[in-house]
């Protein structure tokens, strides 16, 4: 696996694919969603947004409790201007029981604030603030919306 990072850090994207496919078949069914969720992180980088999407719902049947994949859903179905796509994801992350959910919030309210939707976005930045106080991007956010409405 850890190989598969390096080469997509490279940016040798078939390289990293063929290493992470190589992975998947010698994990744990709980290591499984590292490798898939690294498959996102490929795509994405390489600006293939419905592969990364894939993959990330492919981490999220993995491990469905775990906020972080359908964070990352939601961040590359928002990259694509599938607003209330990337809402849904986000909406998912916040039940989840594992992970940053304040980013989660805060990913939340940056998708309602592109939709034009400035309280329900404020009260997204708000509850990310609540869960962590030190929060900058949230607070920053928070200001931004506050003048919005």
């Known amino acids: 696996m850890l190989v598969a990072e390096a080469l997509s850090d490279l940016a040798r994207y078939e390289e990293a694919e063929q290493a992470y496919a190589k992975a998947l078949e010698h994990m744990s069914d709980d290591g499984k969603r590292l490798a898939l969720a690294g498959l996102g992180h490929l795509f994405r980088a390489a600006g293939d947004y419905e592969q990364a999407a894939s993959w990330y719902r492919k981490a999220i049947d993995a491990a469905p409790n775990n906020a972080g994949y ?25 039940t989840c029981d594992e992970g940053d959910i304040s980013e989660a919030y805060w990913n939340l309210g940056s998708v309602l604030r592109s939709r034009d939707r400035f309280a329900d976005a404020a009260e997204c930045f708000r509850a990310a603030l609540l869960l962590d106080p030190d929060y900058a ?13």
């Open 137 to 149: 991007e949230a607070k920053a956010a928070l200001d931004d919306v506050l003048g919005c409405y």
């Open 70 to 94: 359908p964070i990352y859903l939601g961040a590359v179905l928002a990259k694509q201007g599938r607003l209330h796509e990337a809402e849904e994801a986000h909406r998912t992350a916040l």
